[in-house]
């Protein structure tokens, strides 16, 4: 892995431990659900031994860790996890070029002329996305995350009895997939790919150069939107709009008119940020991906290509891994798009 994203990976970092030969877990935890990715390495190869996607019912989220915790196959103890959302906050900044301690030892002072808090309030980092250029000015990523939020999560897992290697970013954990998996994608050198991640209140876009970020905003429509949507137009309760959701059959075409409402809310600020960015950084981007629980909904994909000027396709983050034989792969296939930030987190073991 290039030192660049391995120095966005470390945006935060609490009680790191030394590396294990044995197994990684990644929790992410989402406004709607969790999720647990366990891997292990195996030579230059990896393996998913278990996962878990578990609702949060009742916003009980302590309850909800604990039943996927049991999935383990052996005790652990140190988990990789995130935040997303409100407070954490990314930055592209146009800077004059220097070196990356100087950047830093810049920024440390000057934190608070980019983030809207205080900076005795968050956590920050940032690092230079271009290190080897040689023109006069640099593109730098800044990261900044509440102090509040962090230490809310620590505690959570901390009180579970559970040591937290890590806390990243969920953008930053897509990005992981593809640079420790060289992840199966097509892209073209030089060219952007856009990945959005769908989750249940807020989808992330993240455009990608090179498998790199060099772009992520959130966008406040999410999974449960477009359930909401359903609900209304077909006139039937929110538990069986999501159950039409997973399972459209025949009323496949009612649901996606349902739904469409919900996604070009979506398709709309997409095309602000495709705009922005090919123009702020003279790059075309090339494709659209979709993943996340968000996008799990039959023609959703069509959906968005038709709206936007690129490909569209679902991305599973699992495919470059082995599957272990205690497994049902149908079931792991069937919930692979919402997997990917934990299998993100839980790749940084391996880095």
Request: aromatic fraction near 8%.
């Amino acid at each position: 892995m290039s030192f660049l994203l391995t120095a966005y990976l470390n945006v935060i970092k609490r009680f790191i431990l030394p590396k294990s030969d044995g197994t990684s877990v990644g929790i992410d935890i989402g406004a709607g659900d969790c999720k647990l990715v366990e891997l292990k390495k195996d030579g230059d190869s990896f393996t998913l031994l278990n996962w878990a996607v578990e609702p949060i019912k009742t916003g009980d989220v302590t309850q909800t860790l604990k039943k996927i915790l049991e999935r383990l196959d052996t005790p652990c103890k140190n988990l990789y996890t995130s935040v997303f959302g409100k407070g954490t906050l990314i930055r592209y900044i146009d800077m004059p070029r220097m070196s990356l301690e100087d950047l830093r030892n810049s920024f440390a002072i000057e934190a608070d002329k980019y983030f809207p808090f205080a900076q005795n309030q968050v956590y920050t980092d940032c690092f230079i996305l271009d290190p080897e250029g040689k023109e006069k000015r640099m593109l730098v990523l800044a990261a900044a995350v509440k102090k509040e939020i962090v230490d809310q999560r620590v505690r959570l897992l901390t009180d579970l009895g559970f040591q937290v290697n890590f806390i990243g970013i969920n953008p930053i954990a897509l990005a992981n997939v593809l640079n420790v998996l060289n992840a199966h994608y097509q892209h073209d050198k030089g060219a952007a790919t856009a990945f959005l991640d769908m989750g249940d209140s807020v989808s992330n876009l993240t455009i990608m150069v090179n498998n790199l970020p060099w772009f992520t905003r959130d966008v406040s429509v999410g999974g449960r939107d477009i359930t909401s949507r359903i609900s209304n137009v077909l006139g039937v309760g929110f538990e069986e709009a999501e159950r039409l959701k997973n399972r459209p059959a025949e009323r496949l075409e009612d649901i996606l008119n349902a739904s469409e409402t919900a996604i070009m809310n979506i398709v709309n600020e997409l095309r602000l940020s495709f705009d922005y960015f090919m123009t702020e950084r003279n790059v075309e981007i090339k494709q659209l991906l979709l993943t996340g629980g968000g996008s799990m909904l039959q023609g959703i994909s069509e959906i968005f290509a038709r709206n936007l000027d690129v490909k569209v396709s679902q991305w599973n983050p699992l495919t470059s891994l082995n599957i272990s034989s205690h497994l049902s792969l149908e079931e792991v296939n069937k919930n692979s798009l919402k997997l990917g930030v934990a299998l993100g987190l839980a790749l940084y073991e391996y880095d």
